[in-house]
Structure formats: C-alpha cells, structure tokens
C-alpha cells in the first residue's frame, strides 16, 4: 500500500499512527511525501487525488478518518485491536469517532489554523476566533473530563480509534501551538492523554511533527 | 431496543429508515418520541442522554452516524446490506459517510437552520448565511455530479449507508425549505436521488416528515 500525504500535516500522522498501531512496516504501507510547498498536489500524478489518500491495488481511498477504519479492519488480527472486541465496543468507538469529528475537531483545528498554519504563512492569527474556539473546545473538554473520570479510554477499557483519532491535534496543541491548558488543567483528560501519548506507536510518529514544524510551510490541516 | 428521539428530525429519521432498510419491526425497535417543545430532554428520564439515543440491553449509544453503523454491523445478514459486500466497499461506504458528514451536511445544516428551523420559531432567516452556504453546498454537489455521472450510487453499483445518509437533509431541503435546484439542475444527482428516494423504506418513513413540519416546533437539526 502508499500512502500520498503532507509529511507532519495531521490527517497524514493519523494515518501513520494507525499503521504503527497495526505494526506495519514500510514494505507494507510506504509513505509518499506529497510536498505542498512545492506545489505537488497540482503535478499531473496527483490531480486526480486529494492527500492524504491510501492506494491499495485498485483501491483509492481518501479522507483520514476512513482511512484509518480501513486499517483497521483490515488488519483487525494484527497488532492492537482497535475496535475492541465486539459489536457494542465498536459501537462506542464510532460514537466517540463522532464526537471527535463533530464536536472536538472543529474547534481545535480552527485553533490550530489561526495559531500554527496561518501564522506559519507569516499572516496575523485572528485572535478572536481562536478565543471564541478555545473556549468551545474548553465545554467540550467538560464532557470528556466527566466520561474519563469513570473508564479509562474514551470507547471503554480498551484503547481505540476514537483515543488514536485525537493524537495529532492534542499534540499539535500542546507541543507546536503551546496551548496545553485545557489539557492539563483536567486531571481525568490529563491521564488520558499521558497515557495515549505513550504509547511505543505514538512515540515513533510524533517526532516527524516537531521536524516539519522548523520548516512550517509544509505543515497543513487538510483532510 | 428503544430509539429516544424527536419525531421528524433529520438525525432521528436517518436511523429510522436504517431500521427500515434493514426491515426492523415496531417490536425490534420501538421509537419514543421526545417533544423538545415540552421540555420532555429536561425529565429526569431524559437527562443523561442526548438524543436521539439507542438502547440496546445496556448500549446506550449517541450519535446518529454512530447509530446507523451499529444497526448496519448488527444486521448485517438481514434487509438491505447497508455496506457493501467486501471490505473495499465497506471503505469507499466510510469515505462517502465522511464526506456527507464533513462536506456536504455542515453546509445544508445551516441553510436548513435557517430556512426551515428558525423561520419555525417565528425568528428571521439569516439570508446572508443562506446564500452563502447554499452556495458552498452547490459547488459540493459539484463533485457529487462528476462522482455519479460515472457509477448508480456514491460507493459504487450498491446502496448504501453512504447515499442514505443524505436522505433527511436532501428531503427537508427539496419538500420543506423548497430550495430543490442545487439538484434538479445536476442529471445525475437528480437520477441518484430519485433512485433513493423512490426506496420503499424511505417512502414509508419520508411522510413523518411531512406530518411532523405542520407542527414546526418540534423539528431539530440534532445531531
């Protein structure tokens, strides 16, 4: 399989991280570097796609998040389960899927833009609009707080896509942006997070982050 | 099991027509309505759930699009196959659910809003928003008319979850907001909607539609 992605970007990390999870190596998933600085995604061989995208014989799929279900299914008796081990586990894994899609996601990647890619680019953050989100991600950090505070992982006892679906932002955030607080000022996401960001898979990704971040142009939110 | 949900609303009504796909009974899934308009989310039976909410023994699960993947793994060998017969086709099924959740609903959510839920409370539509986003939706829909001018439906020749997720929104914006053209204008969307539209579990749910919009305050965009 290849992987075409932005090196760093974090739809691209959330892929690699999956195929770390699934122990994958490079013989099996090969990361292509698609270079937006450099204008790649309007040379001839990528017009047809959108990065990240996953090629797998005849197969072309885009969108992280379904990319990521894929590996997992398809490696489900390889490496760490990442469904659970049922069909109410999986369940609870896509609801946090979509609570991560729908109500976290938007505000930290609108955070994110402002403070690490627009800046980036050399423009001024709106530093209302990452006020405003700050504060949105804030509530909806509320709700993980109280759910962590009675199961370890977000989907159960059991690490999950849902946990994995939110690395590259929190780290984004805490690392690049500098924004830690709405982490670290909740003991029960905290804890979580230690322990998501521990992991051998994680461990072995994210220093691409911090290398892409000195060369920030290359960095980007896209899907 | 029970569905808590409001009558008519594009989230509660996307799970019922899975049920319907999938040729549930009332004695399979028993739908209890919640009238937001009493204050019924406020009861204390209510107030540890969003809805609307499956359970199932002791599942308690959120989430429409979480939802209807449960019921589509959990009957997986009955009704219609909601994924396809392969793991590929189970992938291209996720794409086009995220692109329908990331793409194309963010826009007609908010047209919707406007049109059909803020009007119903008696309240001005937004027509800058309007316009915006229905413009935002039409060059979405753009890709979707290149998309089905080269296969029946969005995940290839089957139906899936995929195309009947956009059913509610679709429904609510040709029948009740009255704004069709964004389809009728594009051939091959509009074949690709009376295809699935024309289902007989859509046309058996659709009118609740109907029945419900004579009394608007009970109609929701929740999630």
Redesign the interface.
């Known amino acids: 399989m290849k992987l075409y992605g932005v090196p760093g970007s974090i739809c691209t990390t959330r892929v690699l991280v999956t195929a770390a999870e699934k122990g994958l190596d490079k013989t099996q998933l090969q990361h292509i570097p698609v270079d937006i600085s450099a204008g790649d995604q309007k040379k001839p061989q990528y017009l047809a796609i959108q990065v990240p995208a996953l090629q797998d014989g005849d197969?072309t799929?885009?969108?992280s998040?379904?990319?990521i279900?894929?590996l997992a299914?398809?490696y489900e008796g390889q490496g760490t389960p990442l469904y659970g081990s049922s069909?109410?586990d999986?369940?609870?894994v896509?609801?946090w899927?979509?609570?991560e899609?729908?109500n976290f996601n938007p505000h930290i990647s609108i955070v994110l833009n402002e403070l690490v890619f627009t800046m980036s680019r050399g423009e001024d953050p709106d530093t209302k609009l990452v006020t405003t989100h700050y504060e949105r991600l804030d509530r909806v950090l509320d709700v993980y707080e109280a759910h962590l505070s009675r199961q370890k992982y977000l989907a159960g006892d059991f690490f999950s896509l849902a946990d994995l679906s939110h690395l590259p932002t929190i780290f984004y955030l805490i690392r690049v942006a500098k924004k830690p607080n709405v982490i670290f000022r909740r003991p029960h996401v905290l804890t979580w997070w230690q322990l998501i960001s521990n992991r051998p898979a994680w461990k072995a990704i994210a220093p691409s982050i911090m290398t892409v971040t000195k060369q920030p142009k290359t960095a980007s939110t896209s899907?």
Do not use: I, W
Request: no cysteine.
């Open positions: 197969l799929l885009f969108e998040r379904a990319v279900r894929y299914d398809k069909n109410r999986r369940a609870l896509e609801q899927l979509e609570v899609s729908h899907a």
